[in-house]
């Protein structure tokens, strides 16, 4: 006879409650299993709760980045613009908490602190800052790959008088920066979208930039009737291409070379991509991120617009990337980002020639020079893909997380660790992850947890593990397929160099989400080959 649960037992708690918690929780209930979702914030929505920056948006379009598990949900969904902001994406992703009324089984508010996993009873104990202890058979961290904001490490921080900000821990109130002298230090993703805007209200912008980053326009406009139709009458056929896409984006990919067309054709595929805008422009050719001769082709058209738009030659050779190729950080998209340069009340400054060495009362000091302001803006960016899990006292067998990830992460498929049982990542290290659209990924990583917890239960069995064997042949694949393509020599999130101390490895994986779904199929099928299955033996003999 099986011994009774705990009166603060669940079947699972999720950990987080942006889209990927949202949609565990639904999958998780449609197989009749108690749930439980603990979530920081005080309301649902992840990145798109706290990062509330000025001109904060997707940059994946609005009808690709939405939910496809409910073909009501995309047919009554109107979304206003190509590429949603911020508060609409929020709006939708309330939206869903409230349409299948998900908020009964999520904790807002409320931070878990500490996980322990109990090998006699194949159970997880959990730990909040509330004081909550909850029992839980699986773990499900549905933790985000941004989420967790590097904190400037500037000395003097503290005596700043003025107001300093976040981009990733945004006021919900909002700022308004009218007449004031605002510093913005970092020319991240968060930075490109921000700046513009608060150029438009500030008085004056200095930007304090080290490494540039390359940007597409956008061409971001209303979503017109015809438009979200179109994708409307074809969604079926349009996500299952995307599901098996690259990136998990349509982008209308060229399937040949840059170097196999002249230079008058390469020439004026550019120029078509680039007034197109959206995520379309490393899609122009086929080897944009493996070969470097491709690479620089591409690169050093981008370079030219950055050279046509921004009046300032100085200005714009400090705009234009030099020190790695071109998408291997993520691209960004903008709206009127390098012509924002050409604004009278808009400065930038080479911290990578005068760095930033600290805060003062009043500003702050680059080389040998004290810039006044009256707030800073840090868009320094996060702790990707792992700071969030690491954050968390997580340990299995007298091992933590961190100890076990102390030279980098490692996974399998990025779905599990091995050492730590039923502890299931969507969209961790080893995964397509942030180099996806992160609906489409975690829509596949949601449905393959639940089809093998379903599948565990049916069986008779309670405890899943990933092999270790397992796990260093996944991790060495990971490598083996990062290092045929350009990404490694870039200094991007990526690798964790944003992070000092952080270990150097390329954490996501980038065989592609097609390539990726078809190898996570194939090992499910196989009875989830690499993992070790099992069920609660001990905790029955004691019985």
């Known amino acids: 006879m099986q011994a009774a649960r705990p009166s603060n037992a669940v079947d699972a708690v999720i950990v987080g409650a942006g889209f990927a918690g949202l949609y565990m929780l639904h999958r998780l209930r449609g197989l009749g299993l108690s749930a439980r979702v603990f979530e920081a914030g005080s309301g649902v929505g992840g990145t798109w709760y706290w990062n509330r920056y000025p001109g904060a948006r997707c940059d994946v379009e609005s009808m690709q980045y939405s939910y496809s598990f409910s073909p009501e949900l995309q047919q009554e969904w109107?979304?206003?613009?190509?590429?949603?902001?911020?508060?609409?994406?929020?709006?939708?992703?309330?939206?869903?908490?409230?349409?299948?009324?998900?908020?009964?089984?999520?904790?807002?508010?409320?931070?878990?602190?500490?996980m322990r996993f109990d090998r006699a009873t194949h159970r997880w104990d959990i730990r909040t800052d509330r004081g909550d202890v909850v029992s839980a058979r699986?773990?499900?961290?549905?933790?985000?790959?941004?989420?967790?904001?590097?904190?400037?490490?500037?000395?003097?921080?503290?005596?700043?008088?003025?107001k300093t900000y976040h981009t990733g821990h945004w006021p919900h109130e909002g700022v308004d920066f009218t007449g004031r002298r605002v510093g913005v230090i970092g020319t991240g993703s968060s930075a490109?979208?921000?700046?513009?805007?608060?150029?438009?209200?500030?008085?004056?912008?200095?930007?304090?930039?080290?490494?540039?980053?390359?940007?597409?326009?956008?061409?971001?406009?209303?979503?017109?009737?015809?438009?979200?139709?179109?994708?409307?009458?074809?969604?079926?056929?349009?996500?299952?291409?995307?599901?098996?896409?690259?990136?998990?984006?349509?982008?209308?990919?060229n399937d040949i070379s840059a170097m196999e067309v002249s230079d008058e054709d390469r020439q004026r595929i550019y120029e078509e991509r680039w007034a197109a805008g959206r995520t379309?422009?490393?899609?122009?050719?086929?080897?944009?991120i493996f070969e470097r001769q491709a690479n620089d082709t591409a690169a050093d058209f981008v370079r030219g617009k950055i050279r046509e738009t921004v009046r300032d030659q100085s200005t714009a050779e400090l705009l234009a990337p030099k020190n790695h190729p071109i998408g291997t950080k993520r691209i960004c998209v903008d709206t009127d980002y390098y012509g924002t340069y050409n604004r009278e009340n808009v400065t930038l400054v080479d911290a990578r020639a005068t760095p930033v060495t600290e805060i003062t009362a009043?500003?702050?000091?680059?080389?040998?020079?004290?810039?006044?302001?009256?707030?800073?803006?840090?868009?320094?960016?996060?702790?990707?893909?792992?700071g969030a899990l690491t954050k968390i006292d997580i340990a299995a067998d007298g091992v933590t997380l961190r100890q076990k990830w102390e030279a980098g992460p490692r996974t399998y498929l990025g779905l599990m660790t091995s050492g730590f049982p039923n502890m299931f990542m969507i969209t961790g290290p080893g995964s397509p992850s942030v180099l996806s659209n992160k609906?489409?990924?975690?829509?596949?990583?949601?449905?393959?947890?639940?089809?093998?917890?379903?599948?565990?239960?049916?069986?008779g069995?309670?405890?899943?593990?990933?092999?270790?064997?397992?796990?260093?042949?996944?991790?060495?694949?990971?490598?083996?397929?990062?290092?045929?393509?350009?990404?490694?020599l870039a200094n991007s999130l990526y690798m964790g160099v944003n992070i000092p101390g952080k270990p150097q490895v390329f954490m996501p994986y980038i065989g592609g989400v097609g390539a990726y779904r078809q190898a996570c199929d194939e090992i499910a099928a196989e009875g989830y080959r690499g993992f070790e299955l099992s069920a609660q033996t001990a905790a029955l003999a004691a019985e």
């Open 78 to 114: 109107q979304w206003s613009e190509l590429f949603a902001s911020q508060p609409e994406i929020l709006r939708y992703a309330n939206h869903v908490a409230d349409r299948f009324d998900l908020r009964r089984d999520i904790q807002f508010g409320t931070r878990v602190t500490e």
């Open 138 to 162: 699986y773990c499900v961290m549905a933790t985000g790959c941004l989420s967790t904001a590097r904190v400037p490490d500037f000395p003097g921080i503290e005596r700043f008088t003025g």
């Open 192 to 253: 490109i979208q921000a700046i513009p805007v608060i150029a438009q209200q500030a008085a004056h912008v200095t930007v304090f930039q080290r490494t540039p980053n390359f940007s597409i326009p956008s061409r971001n406009g209303p979503m017109t009737e015809a438009y979200a139709e179109q994708w409307k009458s074809e969604y079926p056929a349009r996500r299952e291409h995307a599901r098996h896409a690259r990136t998990g984006i349509l982008n209308n990919p």
């Open 280 to 288: 379309n422009f490393m899609a122009a050719f086929n080897d944009l």
């Open 362 to 386: 009043h500003g702050l000091r680059a080389g040998d020079i004290e810039h006044r302001f009256d707030a800073i803006v840090f868009a320094t960016g996060f702790d990707a893909m792992t």
């Open 439 to 459: 609906i489409v990924s975690i829509e596949q990583h949601v449905d393959w947890i639940a089809e093998c917890v379903a599948y565990l239960r049916a069986c």
């Open 461 to 488: 069995l309670d405890c899943i593990e990933a092999k270790q064997s397992a796990e260093d042949a996944w991790v060495q694949h990971g490598n083996e397929v990062a290092d045929k393509t350009l990404y490694p």
